[in-house]
């Protein structure tokens, strides 16, 4: 079974700085994606990276996919309130192209 | 757009009981997942359906689970006999075509089982 460990699992930062979260696996990946997911609701896609060494912009968000495939980092710059959510990774599985998700990181923003 | 529509929200029943939770895939969408999350295991993956197909169903974890599509707009995934271990949010997702294309999430329907 391919694990996704990610870390922190809880983070917990004032408004206004900036954080990055891991995700990290002993296994290749044929791609990498990020969700967030918000209390009482499902998970919501953010970003695809594919490339390893790759690395995607979204707004405040920079998501970068390892060199090697196997891991992957979320930095968030001037953290806000809505950034609150649940973070999880999931990579794309050669073959059967399966999601495996990772363990999660829970941030919160406090305003 | 409707998204991906689930029923019930939430589920409460007692050990030993039939649940059926019930999903509405966005229209369009060929490729429908059925997920459970809990604090202990996340996110997995119990089945994937493409063209009402089951395509993969390695990930329900034992006979209790079972799982239908009759028709592209409706899917079913039944437990019986519940137990308290089944306790967790379940998913569905549909996608246009397949694992790797954007899948979209449900709200969930959170089961508790007494």
């Known amino acids: 079974t391919q694990l996704l460990e990610q870390s922190p699992q809880f983070l917990s930062i004032q408004e206004g700085e900036n954080l990055t979260v891991y995700c990290n696996s002993s296994?290749?990946?044929?791609?990498l994606q990020w969700y967030r997911q918000e209390p009482g609701e499902g998970p919501v896609l953010l970003v695809t990276v594919v490339t390893g060494g790759e690395v995607k912009k979204l707004k405040r968000l920079t998501f970068q996919f390892g060199d090697a495939r196997k891991d992957s980092s979320l930095h968030i710059t001037a953290a806000q309130p809505g950034d609150t959510g649940l973070y999880l990774c999931a990579g794309v599985n050669f073959g059967n192209e399966k999601l495996t998700f990772g363990t999660g990181t829970r941030l919160t923003i406090i305003p | 757009d409707a998204g991906v529509i689930q029923s019930p929200r939430h589920e409460v029943t007692e050990m030993g009981q039939e649940v059926t939770l019930r999903c509405k895939p966005i229209?369009?969408?060929?490729?429908l997942f059925w997920y459970r999350q809990t604090m202990m295991r996340g996110l997995e993956l119990l089945i994937y359906f493409n063209n009402n197909v089951p395509i993969d169903d390695s990930g329900m974890p034992e006979d209790r689970f079972s799982a239908k599509m009759p028709n592209a707009s409706f899917s079913t995934l039944k437990i019986q006999p519940s137990e308290p271990r089944d306790s967790a949010v379940y998913f569905c997702?549909?996608?246009?075509?397949?694992?790797?294309?954007?899948?979209?999430f449900g709200p969930g329907t959170r089961l508790l089982v007494l």
């Open positions: 997702a549909s996608s246009t075509t397949g694992m790797k294309e954007t899948q979209y």
């Open positions: 296994s290749v990946f044929s791609s």
């Open positions: 229209s369009g969408h060929n490729s």
